[in-house]
């Protein structure tokens, strides 16, 4: 979610920080059979 991310100035540069949720890259919607 974009609106999640965190933007920080960083010696004039502008860095966009996402949640660590995207970054571990996880398949979202993943079937889990827990019977």
Known sequence: NVK???TVYK???LEVTLPKV???K???GEP????
Request: glycine letters at 6%; hydrophobic letters at 25%.
């Open 4 to 6: 999640e991310a965190k």
């Open 11 to 13: 010696n004039g540069v």
């Open 22 to 24: 995207k970054e571990e």
């Open 26 to 28: 996880k398949p979202k």
């Open 32 to 35: 889990i059979n827990v019977e």
